[in-house]
């Protein structure tokens, strides 16, 4: 499985974009990007997924390089309640059920 | 729609005691999974179901550690007998089909004393 790499914290201002980097240098091509959220008390909740191609749905933009290595997740106006622990996870497309939780990045978003 | 209701939200019981853990997945979803979150070890997978027949349980710490899904709508996490380093928050998911994201509880915080 690839294994990812995240800075352990960021900080954002509200209204201001929150780029969160993830490497993922291992991934093989039949692997996904997910990311999920973690927000204080409560439990983690699915927030995109990617192959190769961009991606943005109501919550977020996931960015994938040309070469998938490396992603970044976009928050593009990030708000108080955008504060938690964001986790990058790759995993093959038809096996997601294991899915292994590292550390992420904590994320904080101040006034 | 309703989420993936988990029960009780806290537990604080005495070591040796049984524990029971309960959950219901979302309507229609065929996968069930049960994790396990401390602060030593992140959030770990200990069971999964597929159409209520467990799948893979190799992340079940021991045999004091069993789980069981009845019926599409509830499954149950039980400790028998409970050990102060079972305290952890206990979190149960679910998810449609193959390839889909899986859709988390709040929890259930389980405190061993």
């Known amino acids: 499985d690839a294994k990812t790499t995240q800075p352990p914290s960021m900080d954002c201002a509200e209204g201001r974009a929150a780029n969160l980097p993830c490497n993922h240098s291992?991934?093989?091509?039949?692997?996904?990007v997910y990311w999920y959220r973690q927000i204080h008390s409560q439990g983690p909740q699915y927030i995109i997924h990617?192959?190769?191609n961009n991606e943005t749905n109501e919550m977020a933009s996931l960015i994938i390089t040309e070469d998938r290595k490396s992603s970044t997740l976009i928050l593009p106006h990030a708000t108080l309640r955008d504060t938690a622990v964001y986790y990058c996870?790759?995993?093959?497309?038809?096996?997601?059920?294991?899915?292994?939780f590292g550390t992420g990045t904590r994320l904080q978003v101040f006034p | 729609d309703a989420g993936v209701i988990q029960s009780p939200r806290h537990e604080v019981t005495e070591m040796g005691q049984e524990v029971t853990l309960r959950c219901k997945p979302i309507?229609?979803?065929?996968?069930l999974f049960w994790y396990r979150q401390t602060m030593m070890r992140g959030l770990e997978l200990l069971i999964y179901?597929?159409?209520?027949?467990?799948?893979?349980d190799s992340g079940m710490p021991e045999d004091r550690f069993s789980a069981k899904m009845p019926n599409a709508s509830f499954s149950t996490l039980k400790i028998q007998p409970s050990e102060p380093r079972d305290s952890a928050v206990y979190f149960c998911?679910?998810?449609?089909?193959?390839?889909?994201?899986?859709?988390f509880g709040d929890g259930t915080r389980l405190s061993i004393l």
């Open positions: 309507s229609g979803h065929d996968y």
């Open positions: 998911a679910s998810r449609r089909s193959a390839g889909q994201p899986q859709h």
């Open positions: 179901f597929n159409n209520n027949v467990p799948i893979d």
């Open positions: 291992t991934i093989s091509g039949n692997e996904y």
């Open positions: 990617g192959l190769k």
């Open positions: 996870i790759v995993r093959p497309r038809d096996n997601t059920d294991k899915l292994i």
